[in-house]
């Protein structure tokens, strides 16, 4: 049984700070894509950053120089460095692994930036 759980979230103030960390079972790691996106109330789900298991990244405009994606093949977790936060950062985040043929979803925890 595929598992992503997300730890991490929580309220912090703007221009704060938060990790979250992503916990996968169930699935073949180092072959999977491991990404973030999010989903603010009223707004469609939009990526946040992927990473590759060779250590590939993207980001989305609105996070890079401020977020930073990793990942610890050994132990099966995926980081989201938050830096910086924002309002408009205030979002259900969300962890995906994806390979061919399977995309993966985690059940999400909630990142609230106060102004």
């Known amino acids: 049984q595929v598992q992503l759980v997300e730890s991490g979230g929580g309220l912090v103030q703007a221009g704060g700070s938060l990790t979250l960390s992503c916990a996968a079972s169930?699935?073949?790691?180092?072959?999977?894509?491991m990404g973030w996106y999010r989903q603010a109330p009223g707004k469609q789900r939009e990526l946040v950053a992927r990473?590759?298991?060779?250590?590939?990244?993207n980001y989305a405009d609105s996070v890079r120089s401020r977020f930073t994606i990793s990942r610890d093949n050994a132990k099966n977790m995926v980081y989201l460095r938050m830096n910086g936060l924002k309002p408009e950062d205030t979002a259900v985040y969300y962890c995906?692994?994806?390979?061919?043929?399977?995309?993966?979803w985690g059940q999400g925890t909630q990142v609230t930036v106060s102004s």
């Open positions: 995906t692994a994806v390979r061919p043929g399977a995309n993966y």
């Open positions: 169930g699935i073949n790691f180092s072959n999977n894509v």
């Open positions: 990473i590759t298991s060779g250590g590939f990244t």
